[in-house]
Antibody, heavy 120, light 111 residues
Framework: QVQLQESGPGLVRPSETLSLTCTVS????????WSWIRQPPGKGLEFIGH???????TQNASLRSRLTISLDKSRGQFSLQLSSVTAADTAVYFC??????????????WGQGILVTVSS | QSALTQPASVSGSPGQSITISCTGT?????????VSWYQQHPGGAPQLIIY???KRPSGISDRFSGSKSGRTASLTVSGLQPEDEADYFC???????????FGGGTKLTVL
């Protein structure tokens, strides 16, 4: 059974960098796109970006200037770094996997989500 | 780019059918058939219930069905059951820097 698990700090200070890691178990990294989605409290979902199994990234243009997504296939992990955070970046951050061999927003496995609060 | 437009809430009685609409623009739903729907229970992660407009992943009940006409996609839930009470989100590929555009979500209440 494929499982994804987000990890990282739950509290980040304004202007600092938010860093999260997603660990994949029970399945292969190959053949999928690995995504980050966020959900501000009580609000809808927002696509942050994803990375292919070969390391090619697609990033939401509204976040691109602050965003880095990376992949460590040997460890079965992919990561998110979002710099210069503000209160508007407070959200539950989910990692997720696309259906096999599709670039499109079809996410069949998700992590449980991690709440990241931006506050001093 | 603005989110796709969904009604904030819909409701129905057990056994009834409901439909949730998702309206976009000529840059997303109006141009592409890359549409998915997700169910999210409180405190949980979203679950994929429809992809490619009207396909169901393995294990998803056939009470869930999807369709699309022009700039509007729809999710129909038939034979409502109490466990269907959840938030539902649509998502479309978008010809913009956003790439994947989600709807604002619809809360389904089973009366």
């Amino acid at each position: 059974q494929v499982q994804l698990q987000e990890s990282g700090p739950g509290l980040v200070r304004p202007s600092e960098t938010l860093s999260l890691t997603c660990t994949v178990s029970g399945g292969s990294i190959s053949g999928h796109f690995w995504s980050w989605i966020r959900q501000p409290p009580g609000k809808g979902l927002e696509f942050i970006g994803h990375i292919s199994d070969s390391g090619t990234t697609t990033q939401n243009a509204s976040l691109r200037s602050r965003l880095t997504i990376s992949l460590d296939k040997s460890r079965g992990q992919f990561s998110l770094q979002l710099s210069s955070v503000t209160a508007a970046d407070t959200a539950v951050y989910f990692c997720a996997r696309t259906l096999p061999f599709t670039w499109y927003p079809y996410l069949d496995y998700w992590g449980q989500g991690i709440l990241v609060t931006v506050s001093s | 780019q603005s989110a796709l437009t969904q009604p904030a809430s819909v409701s129905g009685s057990p056994g009834q059918s409901i439909t949730i609409s998702c309206t976009g623009t000529s840059s997303d739903l109006g141009a592409y058939n890359y549409v998915s729907w997700y169910q999210q229970h409180p405190g949980g992660a979203p679950q994929l219930i429809i992809y490619d407009v009207n396909k169901r992943p393995s294990g998803i009940s056939d009470r869930f069905s999807g369709s699309k006409s022009g700039r509007t996609a729809s999710l129909t839930v038939s034979g409502l059951q109490p466990e269907d009470e959840a938030d539902y989100f649509c998502c479309s590929y978008a010809r913009s820097g956003t790439y994947w555009l989600f709807g604002g979500g619809t809360k389904l209440t089973v009366l």
